[in-house]
């Protein structure tokens, strides 16, 4: 992959509408709790390792299509979100690093995967840009039911969203670890302004 790739009509369209219901009524979906990157964004995160995968697809039936398609093999420790934005939202650049929290040494993800499950049929701004360092590698206007990748190491952001309407976009940051840096992540683990438990 040379920095992205992109799968238009990943899923089959009722699956979006069942996943974007589920998520707005998930009782963990607030205020964002990522860093101040994330400019009048909500959601809530899920942290987990492969081996809490059937735990994940238990608490959270809606994300098992997804997650089966989107996981990919050489991964082991993933951080996944629903992401809201909405008019005057953004997203700054930045780098994923997540799991950073639970240990200081880890590397970025090895791959981001990115679904759009809503997005305002007249939108304006809302794109994502993707950064290789200080050269400018992709402008990806999002569309509903692409699912995107995009390598973990790029610097990334959303440009301001200028319409009404909601851009909903489910993220997975997919890291590879040593046994060593896995050890420091939870099992599983939800990460929300609304609750935050381990399980």
Known sequence: MKYYRQQPGAFPPGYLNDLRGEI???PYFAINNLNRDFVGT????VVFQRSHLANVERR???FKLYLEQALQPICNAFYLNPLLLQEDSRVDPHI???????SKTIEPPAIVSVLYIQVPANLQGGELVLRNRK???GQIKPQINTLLY?????????NRV???GDRLSLVCEQYSLSDTEL?????????????SKRY
Do not use: M
């Open 135 to 137: 050269q400018h590698v």
């Open 96 to 102: 994923d690093r997540s799991l950073r929290s639970y």
């Open 183 to 195: 050890n420091a992540i939870p099992g599983f683990k939800i990460e929300s302004r609304a609750s």
């Open 60 to 62: 959270f039936p809606f």
């Open 42 to 45: 909500k959601g809530f995160s």
């Open 150 to 158: 995009f390598q973990g190491d790029l610097t990334h952001s959303v």
């Open 24 to 26: 707005l009524a998930c």
């Open 162 to 164: 200028k319409t009404t």
